[in-house]
């Protein structure tokens, strides 16, 4: 039995994230000779060039794209494998890479790190927020917070509570221009969306007689953060709707007003996602159920 040249596998994926081999040798502190032999040696087992080369440009071929994802997770697996070792003898340690929601992560995932932080003391975390979708794998991330409708994927889920949309406006605006009762009269009206939503003009609602509506909302404002969305609802300049995280305390203060109210626009679910293999580290692992104990409550 010949084992994988695992080496190889993990110099390739340096290639890739650093975009070049001078820069996969620094990274790794290998002569950039030793770096072109591991890729030329992992080519030749596999039968396959990974790389257009050029004296300007170093590009992927079809094969190496195929094969980038299971690179990275072998370098993955093998770094939490050394991880796990080192951490059965002593406290946790090490960097964590966790990617969460904008508004959600400011609002609810940043006050609760520092209780984790003092009580782990060896324990780095970067955070990274962002309402567009990460790439765990392909950006090294060990894990992330999820507000969606999970995908069939070979990502791992758990799903740690509900999100309650609510469709609102500014009390200024229902004065101005009367609040609908149905999701048919939105189209009468402006709206503000969502635009990271798949369906950002698209609204869909659910009545508790079992019906069921689409309606098309359009309007002035479309934007990729639901919290840079109030200035503007406040302002009564349309309708939004909004997750329970960003709309409860404007709804508590007066700000804003829960609008259609016997029509919901559906729950979306907030998920702790993490690589497909079930191999972590400790301090990966005990940031898990420290998440999950701390946002399944709220």
Same mark, same amino acid.
């Not at 080369?53 to 990275?72: F, I, Q």
């Not at 370098?75 to 080192?86: H, P, S």
């Given at each position: 039995?010949?084992?994988?040249? /695992? +080496?190889?596998?993990? %110099? /390739?994926?340096?290639?890739? +994230?650093?975009?070049? /081999?001078?820069? !996969?040798? =620094?990274?790794?502190?290998?002569? @950039? !000779?030793?770096?072109? @032999?591991?890729?030329?040696?992992?080519?030749?087992? %596999?039968?396959?060039?990974? /790389?257009? &080369?050029?004296? =300007?440009?170093?590009?992927?071929? +079809?094969?190496? @794209?195929?094969?980038?994802?299971? !690179? &990275? &997770?072998?370098?993955? +697996?093998?770094?939490?494998?050394?991880?796990?070792?080192?951490?059965? !003898?002593?406290?946790?340690?090490?960097?964590i890479r966790l990617a969460a929601p904008m508004s959600f992560g400011i609002g609810q995932v940043a006050p609760i790190l520092g209780e984790f932080l003092c009580a782990h003391r060896g324990v780095n975390i970067d955070l990274q927020l962002s309402d567009a979708q990460t790439d765990l794998i392909g950006e090294g991330y060990d894990l992330a917070l999820r507000i969606a409708e999970m995908p069939d994927s070979s990502l791992r889920a758990r799903k740690l509570r509900d999100v309650t949309l609510h469709t609102v406006a500014s009390p200024a605006y229902l004065s101005q221009y009367g609040e609908p009762t149905h999701p048919a009269q939105l189209g009468e009206h402006r709206c503000l969306s969502y635009s990271f939503s798949r369906k950002a003009e698209i609204w869909d609602y659910g009545h508790a007689d079992g019906s069921k509506i689409s309606v098309r909302a359009e309007g002035p404002l479309q934007i990729n953060n639901g919290e840079a969305m109030l200035p503007t609802i406040c302002d009564g300049v349309g309708i939004a709707r909004l997750p329970d995280f960003i709309a409860d305390r404007e709804i508590s203060a007066g700000r804003i007003k829960p609008i259609l109210a016997d029509w919901s626009p559906g729950r979306l679910a907030l998920h702790l996602v993490t690589p497909p293999s079930r191999l972590r580290t400790r301090r990966v692992a005990a940031l898990i159920d420290y998440l999950a104990e701390k946002l399944s409550a709220k």
């Open positions: 039995m010949t084992l994988p040249d /695992f +080496e190889a596998w993990a %110099i /390739f994926a340096s290639v890739v +994230e650093h975009d070049s /081999f001078t820069g !996969a040798a =620094r990274a790794l502190g290998m002569s @950039k !000779a030793t770096i072109s @032999k591991a890729v030329t040696r992992l080519e030749n087992d %596999i039968g396959a060039p990974l /790389f257009h &080369r050029s004296s =300007r440009r170093l590009t992927l071929t +079809e094969t190496g @794209k195929e094969l980038v994802d299971h !690179a &990275r &997770r072998i370098v993955v +697996e093998g770094e939490a494998a050394m991880d796990a070792a080192r951490e059965e !003898a002593g406290e946790l340690s090490g960097m």
